[in-house]
Structures are given as C-alpha cells and as structure tokens.
C-alpha cells in the first residue's frame, strides 16, 4: 500500500517575525502565467508615464555674482565645494549642501578666463584679462585680506588653465601653450602649431602626459607633454570651443563646436569622428563628461542644456528654464547625481542627471520596485506608445522653431544632393557620410 503524505518546511512559508512580509510561494512555470507580457507592458507604460510626471530636475540656483558665470570648477576631494569664476573679475568657493557662497574673491581685473583646482584639493588657480596666473589656498584665511599664494605675469592674455592630474604642473593658453612648474615664474616649455590664439587647454586624466587644446583657426591640437612637441591636429569646418577627455577610456574625448554639434573623436583615429552629436540649434560653448564616462553634458548659446548618451547621436535629456540665457559653462559633479550651470544672467542652477530620480535614502522596497520598473522599461523600451511618452519633451518656442526650421534646411539640402547625384556622371558626385563631411583635414 502506498500512501502520499504532505511533508512542509516551515522555513519556507512561515515569517520569522511580525514585522517581516508574508511570503508567497511563486510558480514561475510560463504555461500558468498566460497574461504575464501584457500585464508586464501596463506596468512599463505606467512607469514611464509617473517617470514623465516626477521628471523635476531643477533643485535651485547659486545667485551672488554681479556678471555673467564664466568658468568653473569641481573641488577634487570635497562634493559639496565648487568654484566660479565671473565676468567682472570675481571668484566665488560656493557651500552646494547649504546653497551659499562662503568666499568672494576679487581676483582678476576683467574677465576671469580660467579657474581650476590642484589635484590635492588645498589650492587652486585662476587667470584673467590682466595677463595674470594667480594660485589661492582653498581655505579662506582667518583674518586681513585675501592675497593670492603666487602671482605670475604674463606676455599675453591667458584665455584657458588645467592643472595636471598627479604632479605640481599646470598648462596655460593663449597665442600658445605653455607648461609651468608651480615652482617657477617662466614656463618649463611652450608648445606651438600655427599662429592663432588657443581657447581652452585640458589634461588627459588618464594618461596624463597628455593634453588637448583647441584654437579659433579651428583645430584641435593633441601635445605630448614628454616630447614637448604637438601629436597631431585635426581641422574642422567651423571653430572649436573646448574640449573635454573622457574619464573611462583613455583615447576619447568630446570637442563642442560652433556648428551646434559635438564630436566624439577616438585620438588614434582622427579622420572621422566615433559620432557626431546633434541636437542644439545654436554654438555649443561647453562640454563636461560624467564621472562614469558613459554621458556627457553641453551647455550651448541656444540657452538650454542636454545630456547625451556617448555612444548615441541624439540628446536623452533636455534642460531649460524661462529665466535662464546663454549658457556659457557646465560641470557634472563627482558623484554623478548633480549637473551645475553657469549663464550669463548671473546665476549657477542646479540640476539632477537623472531628471525623475527621487532624493534621500529609499528603504528597500522603493529600491526594488524602481529597479524593476527599470528593467520593465528596458524591455519594452522600442514599443512605439512607450517610445514616444519616453522621448517627449517640452522645449522654448525659439528652440522649438529652429529645430523645426534645420530640418527643412537639412532636407533640402539632401534633396539637392540627391537631384545632383541622379543628373551627373556615375561616381562624379560621391557620397559622403554624415562623420567626414565635417572634417577638413588631419596634419601628423
């Protein structure tokens, strides 16, 4: 005789304490669970639509400077210190936790062209239009006035300043750059190619011997820092305003150019960019990678910020406000939550990356069910109904109309191209890709 007895672990079905959730035993056998994908794509669609509701990226605005934000700059060892630089001369070390600015400076006559901080985090630079470098202590001192560490004068304007990642050297630029030796009052060497003034200057935080500058005949000059001469150059159609090397991968950098685009160039290759970014619809004036190297943030002349993934053409995220003009400066901080602008109305705004992300500490069950959400979306994030609520935004009449207006540019300009393709000689008229039609040269 057989006999079938229930046999039941307690462990598996019975909570430890009264506080604990009841468990529920799941039979994850597909041929039970028919309605499994539509219901999975209600909840996607209801992800993305509250994503879409709580998407409030503003957090507030650093107001205090007289005139427009020029520069600024992370603090290497502190999240919550940041430096600016404005139009009239002033520097400001700004308090990000309390919102204030605990420092002002009146360290430049003129524009402040240039702010960076040393590797250690204990001092930091400026230059300016009175052809000067000066070095502050980043503390502020206990009484008397504010005097600069060290002071040194100049033949030229310096228009840009990077401090080398690992040792006491900084790189300046102007009519060309120059390499200096905190130590030192004349530059250990200067570094040349061509005649025209150089507008930003920026150390490779990986291989750091090497350095990017871009110039306003519209090159983008690689120099290795060893040989104490140029790599190579790239010539582009229209003038580069800065440049930014990607944190990750040690041969990318992203250049914003004056023709509304960003160029992501791979350095051993320069004769097409790994991919061209387009979304502004006016000069991009700036550029700054997150810490994970896989996003970066522009800040353009079309008075609005975007965040775009690396490896994607078009921009994911779009930030603007009514009050905000020209964007002239942009920061993505070290802990890859926060994004600060500086414009030119005076202001410093502070954004989140991650425009729906809810601050503070998530107790368990937020974090699982955001991370689920996460994948749901990510699986169904090619349906055209999730598609279209995911990529919506909400854009400025001005910009809204000139993007509108690019596109019929753009396509009459393809319709040219094709009509004089069809009515010319077979192979006469070649194609060129989208990468190499903005590349002019490359001199090694």
């Not at 700054?288 to 490896?311: L, M, N, Q």
Request: a positive charge.
């Amino acid at each position: 005789m057989r006999v079938k007895v229930l046999s039941r672990n307690p462990d598996d079905y019975v909570r430890e304490t009264k506080l604990d959730l009841q468990r529920v035993p799941r039979n994850y056998d597909p041929a039970l669970h028919p309605f499994e994908v539509p219901r999975e794509y209600i909840r996607a669609l209801n992800a993305t639509k509250l994503e879409r509701v709580f998407a409030k990226p503003f957090l507030g605005s650093l107001d205090g400077h007289r005139d427009g934000v020029n520069c600024m700059a992370k603090h290497p060892k502190s999240l919550s210190t940041v430096l600016s630089g404005a139009c009239d001369g002033e520097v400001k070390v700004w308090n990000l936790t309390k919102r204030q600015c605990i420092r002002t400076i009146q360290a430049h006559e003129g524009f402040v062209r240039g702010i960076c901080a040393r590797f250690c985090g204990t001092s930091f630079f400026t230059v300016g239009d009175d052809k000067t470098v000066k070095q502050w202590k980043m503390e502020s001192p206990e009484y008397g006035e504010e005097e600069p560490i060290h002071t040194i004068l100049g033949k030229t304007v310096y228009t840009g300043i990077d401090h080398h990642w690992k040792e006491a050297v900084f790189a300046t630029c102007g009519q060309q750059v120059d390499i200096w030796d905190e130590q030192r009052t004349s530059p250990m060497c200067s570094l040349t190619w061509g005649f025209d003034s150089i507008s930003s200057v920026k150390f490779n935080p990986i291989e750091t011997y090497l350095l990017g500058s871009c110039a306003s005949d519209r090159n983008i000059v690689l120099y290795d820092m060893r040989k104490s001469t140029p790599l190579k150059k790239v010539i582009l159609n229209m003038r580069t305003n800065t440049l930014c090397w990607n944190p990750m991968e040690a041969f990318i950098f992203t250049a914003a150019n004056e023709d509304y685009n960003l160029y992501t160039f791979d350095m051993r290759f320069l004769e097409s960019p790994v991919m061209v970014h387009m979304d502004h619809v006016s000069a991009v004036l700036d550029v700054d990678y997150s810490p994970t190297g896989k996003e970066f943030v522009s800040a353009s002349f079309d008075k609005s910020i975007r965040i775009f993934p690396v490896d994607k053409g078009r921009s994911r995220e779009v930030y603007h406000t009514k009050r905000m003009q020209h964007v002239i400066t942009v920061k993505w901080t070290s802990d890859n939550k926060y994004i600060l602008c500086g414009s030119d109305e005076m202001n410093i705004r502070l954004w989140k990356a991650n425009a729906s992300e809810k601050l503070g500490v998530l107790a368990p069950r937020e974090k699982a069910a955001m991370n689920y959400n996460q994948k749901l979306k990510e699986k169904f994030q090619y349906h055209p109904k999730i598609r279209r609520i995911a990529q919506h935004r909400h854009l400025p009449k001005s910009i809204y109309c000139q993007i509108k207006e690019q596109r019929i540019m753009r396509e009459a300009r393809r319709r040219k191209e094709l009509n004089r393709r069809k009515h010319s000689k077979p192979g006469s008229v070649p194609l060129v890709s989208e990468k190499k039609k903005h590349i002019v040269a490359v001199v090694k």
